[in-house]
């Protein structure tokens, strides 16, 4: 069911959340999803709390920048150290998150052979001071973002709901496939239910939700909430209709020609906010094939992305195959 949900001390209309996605999920796009869906929230991409530290400002606007027109931003970090993940807090909270979350899923090689991401999943009490020195540095609704056993020998849901549990963590986010796991494999809907009946705190659900049947799916196993992923790529309308199609009632949805403007929008918003035209034509490749999903050409038209240098060609582009 679609409905309020309070996450530690602060309180949301709706209980559908815009999740984090590396290289996607800074302002602009978060922006667009406030103006067409208004989530609970929408999340950062991970940001490593080295980074944050030790990074010149300048550096790091694409990932910590809030714009002024966009809802509530929960603010991902990475770390493996309390003191470091203590001090990201605190730079986070001063940049204006509205909830702070900590990644204990991230399955890249990288990530963990630095000690974060799922790693963590594995190191039950240093995961117990990390959440404390989150807890002991800010105010804000703290969670950490989880894998799940995968039905191997390994029992680490167990020790994670007993780490949570005696922590102060507000709620737990849990996407529902083991680090080893792709995306082939389906979503594991019982862990997560193991989660919801276990937990004194919220569970929000994450794993292939895309429509009304998978939303449906994913509370059915007991979860306060649902976090979407890269369903909401190219598709910033998308928790809007869920909410609508929840209440059995009809969405609009948007015309090809509204859907190009969406992805003129993005482009711009990122131009702006990376003060380089160029690199924002490269990020517009990787997600143009999303906003072009209902183009029947649309390979023709993601190829032609792909060969546009300038933001004006991409536009041109973009009016001949949107006809708008
Ligand atoms: C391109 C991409 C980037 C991602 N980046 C992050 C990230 O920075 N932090 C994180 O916790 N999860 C990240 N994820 C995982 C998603 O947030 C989500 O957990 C996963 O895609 C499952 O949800 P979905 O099936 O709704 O997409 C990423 C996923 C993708 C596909």
């Known amino acids: 069911m679609i409905k309020p949900i309070t996450l530690g001390n602060k309180s949301f209309p709706v209980n559908i959340i815009q999740g984090p996605l590396a290289g996607i999920s800074c302002a602009p796009f978060r922006r667009l999803t406030w103006k067409y869906s208004q989530p609970a929230f929408s999340a950062t991409e991970m940001i490593s709390c080295k980074t944050l530290i030790h990074q010149p400002v300048s550096l790091q606007k694409r990932f910590v920048h809030k714009a002024s027109d966009e ?103 849990v996407h529902g496939r083991h680090w080893t796991e792709h995306y082939e494999t389906s979503c594991r809907y019982d862990e997560i239910q193991f989660f919801a009946d276990q937990l004194k705190i919220p569970v929000i659900g994450n794993g292939d939700v895309s429509c009304v049947n998978s939303l449906r799916k994913m509370l059915a196993t007991g979860c306060q909430g649902v976090m979407i992923g890269r369903a909401g790529v190219g598709q910033p309308w998308l928790i809007s209709q869920l909410i609508t199609e929840m209440k059995n009632e009809i969405f609009t949805q948007p015309s090809i020609q509204e859907i190009g403007h969406m992805f003129i929008e993005h482009v711009e918003q990122l131009a702006a906010l990376l003060i380089n035209e160029k690199f924002a034509i490269l990020q517009a490749r990787k997600f143009a094939k999303y906003y072009a999903k209902k183009l029947d050409n649309r390979s023709e038209f993601c190829e032609v992305i792909n060969q546009s240098t300038s933001l004006l060609a991409l536009k041109i582009a973009t009016y001949h195959y949107f006809c708008y």
């Open 71 to 173: 809802g509530p931003v929960a603010f991902q970090l990475a770390s493996n150290d309390p003191i470091e993940l203590a001090e990201g807090v605190k730079r986070v909270t001063d940049y204006g998150a509205d909830l702070i979350d900590l990644n204990c899923g991230c399955p890249v090689k990288k990530i963990r052979s630095k000690g974060s991401g799922s790693l963590l999943l594995t190191q039950p009490v240093k995961l117990y001071k990390l959440i404390c020195a989150m807890r002991e540095s800010t105010h804000l609704p703290i969670s950490i973002k989880i894998r799940v056993d995968g039905g191997s020998n390994e029992k680490h849901n167990a020790e994670i709901v007993k780490v949570v549990n005696e922590s102060g963590l507000d709620f737990l986010i």
